[in-house]
């Protein structure tokens, strides 16, 4: 019998640290792991996979539909789906963002400082909040020593910085970490907004028991702003798994997954996956789908027209969330 990997133990210790335990009693668990710096999900960097997303496939947020034909082979088209797109550019106000759960900050600070969106980091762990701001020091000490010193190159001392110095935006946004629970209205007052451009989901997801999946697709939908806000969601696929906590890989969860045609809710129009992708470049635990954590995936989505409603089927067995037109 093999001797189970580092990962496989991290993986299976926070299986147990949130076993049978409600979705209202997972704040203080999550808390605890952060102060005990158990954060076996923590990457050390950005999502290369959202970057990559952001960078080469702009077509799926400025508000018009995907030009297929502009997208890689390896992405993976619902063909019957019609998000909400506007016609037309206009002048708009600077993008805002939520990273619910959002950690120690890294994909937060990418979306603003990269892509200029204004972010909004929201976590319920007021560790995990003190170690986003830290980061977010460390980023700006070393964008600043750049633009003062004038550098024609960034330097080697700090690997893992080179990538915001090379990165930047020349018209950065600004990040605002929020304490709250997501299914909460208490911080949306702090936050001073309710909708948003974008929302980054790493993993987050994955961290919510089967049974309150509905209630984040409703969450979601209602926090997406209309009508061409986008929900970008990276997840760790496994082909087998019996896991049902935090933790769960996204082919148990798609079975389970209860993302209607109303996203949950008992009205409304609700969300469509625009596209799903493997790729090219993640993080390493991300690249396989016998790792610990399973291989990285994307999936973009956006509000379903009024005139197109869908509905899942939850009979197949494809990886992707496979949705049809009523008839």
């Known amino acids: 019998m093999s001797t189970p990997s580092l990962q496989d133990r991290l993986a299976d210790d926070l299986q147990d640290h949130f076993k049978g335990k409600p ?63 506007a016609t037309g550019a206009a002048t708009v106000p600077r993008k805002k963002a939520l990273v619910p759960a959002c950690g120690r900050g890294y994909d937060a600070v990418l979306l603003a400082k990269v892509f200029g969106y204004d972010v909004f980091g929201l976590e319920i762990s007021s560790s995990a909040l003190d170690a986003a701001r830290k980061y977010l020091n460390g980023v700006d000490t070393v964008l600043n020593a750049h633009q003062a010193q004038q550098q024609q190159q960034p330097s080697d001392d700090n ?72 929900l970008v969601i990276t997840y760790g696929e496994k082909k087998h798994s019996a896991h049902q906590n935090p933790g769960n890989n996204i082919d148990q969860a798609q079975r389970d997954w209860s993302i209607n045609a109303h996203a949950g809710t008992s009205t409304g129009p609700g969300l469509a996956m625009i596209v799903r992708f493997k790729p090219s470049v993640t993080h390493e635990s991300g690249q396989s789908y016998q790792g610990s954590f399973g291989r990285d995936w994307v999936s973009v989505w956006g509000h379903l027209l009024d005139n197109g409603l869908l509905k899942p089927d939850t009979t197949s067995e494809d990886p992707n969330l496979q949705v049809k037109k009523n008839d």
């Open 23 to 85: 979705l209202q009693e997972h704040g203080p668990l999550w808390n605890q792991l952060w102060e005990r710096q158990n954060t076996s999900w923590d990457r050390g960097g950005p999502s290369l996979a959202l970057h990559e997303a952001l960078n080469y496939y702009p077509e799926l947020f400025d508000g018009t539909y995907p030009d297929l034909g502009l997208l890689s082979d390896f992405v993976s088209h619902e063909p019957d789906q019609h998000a909400s797109s």
């Open 159 to 230: 690997p893992a910085m080179r990538f915001w110095v090379e990165n930047q935006s020349p018209s950065p946004g600004h990040v605002r970490w929020v304490s709250g629970d997501f299914f909460s209205d208490d911080w949306l007052v702090d936050a001073g907004t309710e909708q948003f451009d974008l929302i980054f989901d790493y993993t987050f997801f994955c961290a919510i028991p089967p049974s309150s999946r509905p209630k984040w697709a409703a969450r979601m939908q209602q926090l997406l702003a209309h009508p061409n806000g986008r």
